[in-house]
Every structure is written in C-alpha cells, then in structure tokens.
Nanobody, 122 residues
Framework: QVQLVESGGGLVQAGGSLRLSCASSGRTFSNYAMGWFRQAPGKEREFVATISRTGARTYDVDSVKGRFTISRDNAKNTVYLQMNSLKPEDTAVYYC???????????????WGQGTQVTVSS
C-alpha cells in the first residue's frame, strides 16, 4: 500500500503562486510514477501533470503549460506541483496519485491522496 498526503493548498489572488506537496509513505516511492489531477465543482477529475519514477520525464496538460511545474524528490518521498500565474479557472481540489506508469488518465494510477483545495480569486 501507498499512502499519499497533499498539502500546500489555499486561497490566492489571480496571478499568484502556490506550491503543492504530496508526501508518500508505505512502499518505495521511487518505484512509482506520480501524477497530479484536479476536480472543480460539477466537473470530472482531470489530468494536470505527471512525472516518471526518476523524474527524467514529465508531461503536463496544455492549459497549465508554462505555468505549472511538476517535480519530485525521491530522497524525501515527495512530489511537488509549483503553480505560477494562477487563474480563477485553476480553482479545484488537487489530488496526487501514484501508479506504475506516468500516464495521463486516472486509470494509470492505483493510489490517491485525499486532495487539497486551491481557490484562485479574481
């Protein structure tokens, strides 16, 4: 089993920044690709970014390119999502997930955190 706990969410004005963290415990963190997803009220959970086991490969969705950066520190068992130039449409609950491959659908991931709320005011 893998336990994931997100932190770092909050309320920020448009144009501001937040850094989300996701701490992992249980099985070996470096054995898993990691992903970030988000879910806004009334919408389906959507993919945001993913990073391979070593961190050598990353991929993010077009809507966040150039603004969000995913990274990981395997020594600290933590994955991060640096979010800059935030927009009101980024408002959502953000979830981290662990899986065998760095996919961009929720079906690639077996373990999920409880989520952290990000609210961007205009």
């Amino acid at each position: 089993q893998v336990q994931l706990v997100e932190s770092g969410g909050g309320l920020v004005q448009a144009g501001g920044s937040l850094r989300l963290s996701c701490a992992s415990s249980g099985r070996t963190f470096s054995n898993y690709a990691m992903g970030w997803f988000r879910q806004a009220p009334g919408k389906e959970r959507e993919f945001v970014a993913t990073i391979s086991r070593t961190g050598a490969r990353t991929y993010d969705v077009d809507s966040v390119k150039g603004r969000f950066t995913i990274s990981r520190d395997n020594a600290k068992n933590t994955v991060y999502l640096q979010m800059n130039s935030l927009k009101p449409e980024d408002t959502a609950v953000y979830y981290c997930a662990a899986g065998e491959t760095a996919g961009w659908t929720r079906y690639s991931y077996n373990y999920w955190g409880q989520g952290t709320q990000v609210t961007v005011s205009s």
